[in-house]
């Protein structure tokens, strides 16, 4: 018996067919249809299955899902998917249990499978992308919540009437500690905006120009704020980091930690994620195994 984890992006869907032991035995990849994406998606699964007896599909995407009825509510990069009932779509094809989730809780869940959590059972998984995703793990089980947006933890307040976030209100921990963030951190220096820098360039750089120094900083003040507000809240075993901004961590990780260490009166342990590329598809396998 295997299971189907998927990972729908705006450009490409992955699929990925896991045996009982959780291993990745088969992949497949489709571009990203512009319409129609479930029947397609269908295709792609019966193709890559050829037949042999699955026992449940998990999908995981990007953006506003509504867990509880497997649908994706809003997500810029695939509006033709707003609101189609994946799950139920992909229920009446394979007849088997379908669960979606997004994203940063699959990726956190296959942290825990996989990953950087494996030997712990509560932990909270945080990916620093072009926003902050969250999913936070409780005795080896994904918070939900009552509505199921458990662990959008880039919508914590940081700062009162602070910078507009992509959701709309303003303050998110998002707006000031995602890669985005970063990015406008750097345009609003002109020392670093007449260097043409990216974030990539103030990492590097960290340790060696006073500029980059300072908006380094001041973004892991920032993140680390929201991280010691997690702690002092759900106080896990230990808190994941992954997402593109970790790929420059050798630049800072040990800084990050020594701020948190110096301001948090209990102690937090610190973990780069393990898994990169197919973290979501692989977490999307085990939302099977959690269920609803
Ligand atoms: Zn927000």
Redesign the pocket.
Known sequence: MYTIGIDIGGTKIKFGMFNGEARLVKENQIKTPKEAIVENMIDAIKEMVQGQEIHGIGVASAGIVDFHNGVIKSCPNLQALANVPIQAMLEDAFHVSVVVGNDANCAALAEGTAGAARAVSSYICITLGT?IGGGIVHNNELVHGNSGHGGEV??MTLVPNGIV?????KG????YASGKALERMISDDPELTSKNYQPKDVFENYMIDASSKRVVDHYLEYLSIGLINLQYLFDPEIIVIGGGVIDSGKYWWSELEEKMAATASIPIVLQQAHLKNNASMIGASSLVKQGK
């Open positions: 926003g880039g919508h976030c992509g959701c709309g209100r998110c921990w998002e707006a």
